[in-house]
């Protein structure tokens, strides 16, 4: 048994999870260049479209997947925070319809504050969500950072046939949420120390979470359109998606996945920093019928689930792969032609 005293990794960071996300407002000022970027016609999907990852045409009909993703602790167990940040960096594959092949580690760590076995603990919950997604951690990088740090880049690959893109949606689109809203809130709560002990391992769970259903999404021709809902919030993918497709959504704001216990934290003021800094870059194109909504529907996601733009005419099939997932099958909304803003929600 370990004498090693207990870490509670959330005081050694300013942020939490994809809550510790730049605000899209602000990316969008960062991403500004005055190079003229080199063309490659073998990339598909690159920064243009905010997709969950770039995407490389090998020319024989697949492509390779490439994406990062790291974040500051969003619970206090190292191996949890290990094994959170590390799926919620693998999920970005299967959002394109993809197969995950390796992934590099990223490891920030303050050793003045931190001994290194804690940070063996994160590495080996990162190796744990790899392990259950079937590849393996082939390396990494670290280095001595104020604040602890981690995630994993990763490597995928992608019939072309099947890729999945953020800016495909077609208009008559059915749209589907694979894990319930709230997760930002109840971490919030946690960090607060307002967090129930019934509900204490609601959010572990659900942020730890594979969204490997991805890739039998991506064998659903009718699928038109997918990414995963991460720290912009349901609004802002739902926003991307709507952006570079050129439609809109009508939302049904109860129909929408969301925890159930919401409520008393959101009046105990449980709600992150970046539900305001998300509505702040895409509230001007957003219309709620009650201006509660956006506690939710902004609140930022870690290793959210998959968000689904599904034909009609396959939406009975799209259903039936989420019942028997265990995962919500309720349609929250649609996607519908352009019209003055680009999200409607009542």
């Not at 974040?71 to 191996?79: G, N, S």
């Not at 259903?213 to 912009?232: C, E, I, P, S, W």
């Not at 919030?233 to 739902?238: A, C, E, T």
């Not at 926003?239 to 409520?263: I, T």
Request: glycine share 10%; hydrophobic share 40%; charged share 20%.
């Amino acid at each position: 048994m370990s004498n090693m005293p207990e870490y509670k990794l959330t005081q050694y960071s300013h942020g939490a999870g994809c809550g510790c996300k730049i605000s899209p407002a602000v990316l969008t000022d960062i991403l500004k260049s005055n190079i003229t970027p080199l063309i490659d016609p073998n990339l598909i999907v690159g920064n243009s479209s905010r997709d969950d990852a770039a995407v490389y045409d090998l020319g024989d009909g697949s492509a390779v997947i490439s994406t990062t993703d790291f974040f500051m602790p969003i619970v206090d167990d190292a191996f949890t925070f290990g094994k959170i940040a590390a799926t919620n960096a693998i999920s970005d594959i299967y959002a394109m319809g993809g197969q995950p092949l390796l992934a590099i580690a990223i490891l920030g760590w303050p050793v003045d504050k931190l001994p290194a076995e804690v940070a063996s603990q994160v590495m080996d919950g990162g190796r744990q969500a790899c392990k259950e997604a079937g590849i393996t951690l082939a390396g990494g990088h670290s280095i001595d950072s104020p604040e602890p740090i981690f995630g994993l880049a990763v490597t995928g690959r992608v019939d072309l046939k099947k890729l999945k893109r953020n800016d495909t949606a077609t208009a008559g689109c059915q749209l589907y949420l694979t894990k319930p809203l709230g997760v930002g809130i109840l971490t919030t709560a946690q960090k607060k120390g307002k967090l129930k002990e019934e509900h204490s391992e609601i959010a572990p769970k659900l942020m730890s979470q594979l969204n490997i259903l991805g890739k039998q999404l991506a064998n659903t021709d009718g699928v038109k359109a997918m990414t995963d809902v991460t720290g912009f919030s349901l609004i802002g993918h739902l926003s991307e998606m709507c952006e570079g497709s050129n439609l809109s959504a009508e939302v049904d704001f109860e129909r929408v996945p969301k925890l159930d216990m919401l409520d008393e934290y959101i009046q105990q003021g449980c709600i992150p920093g970046g539900t305001g800094r998300n509505w702040l870059s895409y509230g001007a194109d957003v219309e709620l019928k009650e201006e509660y909504y956006k506690n939710i529907l902004c609140d930022p996601q870690t290793s959210g689930g998959l968000l689904i733009a599904v034909e009609a005419n396959a939406a009975e099939d799209v259903e039936k792969l989420l019942r028997d997932a265990g995962m919500d099958a309720t349609c929250l909304g649609q996607l519908v032609e352009k019209k003055e803003k680009q999200v409607y929600v009542k």
